[in-house]
């Protein structure tokens, strides 16, 4: 019986991010995907996966609803040989430290689960016209991401953070910032694995049109969310998606 991946549904969680990865999990890794609540997790139903994903949206009702017994049931699937996947809020996530700042708000302070040794620092200005992450199409922009294998790709950004490992941290690089900031990276917990990702490669065409373009009636916002969404189509994240199923069949 093939395992299923899980993804986390619950507050805080982007639906877009969740829905997409719905269907991309299916699509891309060949395998079931669930939604999975803090409650699940907490009574143990992770272990029936082989990979867990984070998804884009907000990290401190993350906090709220898993820190402690929730965060300790992550941990130990992730080293009995489980995999994480953590996309954007779910990356800031998966660090021992975070440290962003918003439109009108910061966030700071170590976390957790501490897959990896070092700080997630966003929301990165540098990459949208100077505009600090907030819910509008201003603050989104598709940038140039540099793979390790030297490819270069486009992809999604939106709030989401670079990485800064610290000495001790053991991590492999995946991708890279235009500004060779750490974009994307990988590297083993116990028996199991992470991938973090600032950017989000996961988003769906059909589900980005719906949730979004489609929300919006004035004509000029619909316009840039029209283009932003021309960039998914089915080769879109295609890489990321074979690398981690790669990684998968490892662990």
């Known amino acids: 019986m093939v395992?299923?991946?899980?993804?986390?549904?619950?507050?805080?969680?982007?639906e877009i991010?969740?829905?997409?990865?719905?269907?991309?999990?299916e699509q891309h890794l060949q395998r079931p995907a669930c939604p999975i609540n803090a409650e699940q997790i907490i009574q143990g139903k992770l272990f029936d996966g082989c990979l867990f994903v984070m998804p884009g949206g907000a990290d401190l009702p993350y906090c709220k609803k898993l820190n402690g017994e929730g965060n300790r049931k992550i941990h130990h699937f992730v080293k009995q040989g489980g995999a994480y996947l953590g996309i954007c809020a779910g990356a800031y996530y998966g660090?021992?430290?975070?440290?962003?700042?918003?439109?009108?708000?910061?966030?700071?302070?170590?976390?957790?689960?501490?897959?990896?040794?070092?700080v997630a620092k966003g929301s990165l200005p540098k990459f949208t016209n100077g505009k600090l992450y907030?819910?509008?199409?201003?603050?989104?922009?598709?940038?140039?991401i540099t793979?390790?294998?030297?490819?270069?790709?486009?992809?999604?950004?939106?709030?989401g953070?670079?990485?800064?490992?610290?000495?001790?941290?053991?991590?492999?690089?995946?991708?890279?910032?235009?500004?060779?900031s750490l974009a994307m990276i990988e590297g083993n917990f116990g028996r199991?694995?992470?991938?973090?990702?600032?950017?989000?490669?996961?988003?769906?065409?059909?589900?980005y049109q719906q949730k979004i373009v489609n929300c919006y009636e004035d004509h000029e916002t619909k316009a840039k969310e029209e283009t932003i969404c021309t960039y998914f189509d089915k080769n879109y994240g295609l890489q990321v998606w074979q690398h981690l199923q790669k990684r998968l069949n490892q662990v």
């Open 134 to 144: 907030d819910e509008g199409v201003e603050s989104k922009a598709m940038i140039e």
């Open 147 to 159: 793979l390790a294998e030297g490819e270069k790709t486009v992809f999604y950004y939106h709030g």
């Open 95 to 118: 660090c021992a430290e975070l440290d962003f700042i918003g439109l009108g708000y910061s966030v700071k302070g170590s976390r957790e689960l501490s897959l990896f040794n070092g």
């Open 192 to 207: 199991g694995y992470y991938l973090l990702s600032g950017v989000h490669f996961e988003l769906q065409a059909v589900i």
């Open 3 to 14: 395992k299923p991946a899980y993804i986390y549904c619950d507050e805080g969680s982007s």
């Open 161 to 180: 953070c670079c990485f800064e490992p610290t000495p001790k941290a053991v991590y492999r690089p995946l991708a890279y910032y235009p500004d060779g």
């Open 17 to 25: 991010s969740v829905h997409s990865l719905l269907l991309a999990v």
